[in-house]
């Protein structure tokens, strides 16, 4: 007779149409919202986690990385991807899965999908930062290159806030298409743009959120006016940069954590030691965070671990009764801990 797993065995699986039943069963926007309070709420006990700068394995054509975290109780890593190239081919620039486990036990508690969960955490992150560091009364939003994750960001601005109108450019002006259609009905004003230039005409927060496998200008130095908010999400590997340095230089940056920052985001352009805020301090109230209106603020994002942890801690939590997951035999099991060769044994069909 063949076993059956222990409930411990079990692990609740999260799969692709399982997330996109739970994003819409509990709402785009309020989904958002919830986990950019995940996400701040885990900003605030920063110092208890466990940090460290993502493995990544680099290639000519991108990059895998494992993403781990631990907050001493649970235990989360992401596997997320970056290949440009791959829209040509027909396939996601990123995707990503990922899983939380009891420390106590090391018995993993959550397996889930994350290139759908990686979008909305990534939007939810750039929504929070861009609560702390955005002029006063922003309205208006540039979304610059506008495809995989560029709606996700647009909501998340809406949701968390309060911006009512987008600007949209990409060098494809089919992505634009799209993201304008995806858009619409939503509650925002949305304009469709033909440069950069025209994008940032009146925004009070720019996202630049291109892919790109070399050195890019997004922004350059005379496009970027006295204060706004540069939400900078597609510069996140060794060679891969939106900004002119002019633009860094004029600009008060934030990060989330200072050693992976200097190795993948837009100051990698810069010198090993110039000065960046930690975005943990400014939402735990013990670093400044915007100090003047024509300030440049700067968010130099490249995704980070405890990120990922929040996002998989709410998925975690709103679960429950929704039936939206998959009991998967993850963990062999036994009966007898010792017996794992016995277990072998009697699921000997033969
Ligand atoms: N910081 C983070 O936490 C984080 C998380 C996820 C993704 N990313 C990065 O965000 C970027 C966007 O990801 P995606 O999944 O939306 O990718 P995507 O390939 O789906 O979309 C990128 C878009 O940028 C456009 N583009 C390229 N060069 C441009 C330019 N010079 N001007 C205007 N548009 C340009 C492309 O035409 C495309 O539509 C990637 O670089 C990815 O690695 C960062």
């Known amino acids: 007779m063949i076993p059956v797993p222990s409930d411990k065995a079990l692990v609740p699986f999260v799969s692709v149409d399982d997330m996109m039943q739970l994003i819409h069963h509990i709402g785009v926007e309020p989904m958002l919202l919830g986990l950019a309070e995940y996400i701040e709420a885990d900003f605030r006990r920063w110092e208890l986690f466990d940090k460290t700068p993502r493995i990544a394995s680099h290639s000519a054509e991108g990059v895998i990385e494992l993403m781990p975290t631990s907050d001493g109780e649970v235990y989360g890593f992401k596997y997320v991807n970056g290949h440009p190239k791959n829209t040509r081919e027909g396939l996601q620039t990123v995707t990503a899965f990922g899983l939380l486990a009891e420390v106590a036990t090391g018995y993993p508690v959550l397996l889930s999908e994350m290139t759908m969960l990686t979008a909305m955490r990534t939007a939810a992150t750039s929504a929070m930062v861009a609560k702390h560091l955005a002029p006063r009364g ?16 647009t909501l998340a601005m809406k949701a968390v806030c309060g911006i009512d109108t987008v600007r949209l450019y990409d060098i494809d002006p089919a992505a634009t298409a799209k993201c304008a259609r995806n858009l619409t009905g939503r509650g925002l004003d949305i304009i469709a743009c033909e440069s950069p230039e025209e994008a940032i005409e009146g925004a009070q927060i720019v996202t630049t959120c291109t892919a790109d496998k070399q050195y890019a200008t997004i922004l350059t130095d005379n496009m970027v006016g006295p204060g706004i908010h540069i ?56 670093a400044p965070g915007r100090t003047a209106p024509e300030q440049i603020t ?16 709410y998925v975690r939590d709103r679960l429950p009764g ?10 062999a099991d036994p009966d007898d801990p010792r017996d794992l060769f016995g277990m072998l044994l009697r699921a000997d069909p033969g």
């Open 138 to 153: 922003a309205r208006v939003m540039a979304m610059i290159g506008n495809g995989a994750q560029a709606e996700f960001q």
């Open 322 to 331: 929704t039936g939206y997951y998959h009991d998967l035999d993850l963990l």
């Open 231 to 286: 939400n900078a999400i597609g510069g996140d590997c060794p060679g891969k940069t939106e900004l002119a340095p002019a633009v860094l230089q004029r600009s008060t940056i934030f990060v989330e954590f200072p050693p992976q920052t200097r190795i993948e985001g837009e100051i990698q352009q810069l010198a090993p030691d110039h000065p960046v805020t930690e975005l943990w301090q400014v939402i735990s109230g013990t």
């Open 298 to 313: 700067l968010f130099d994002s490249v995704g980070f671990a405890i990120e990922d942890f929040s996002a998989l801690r």
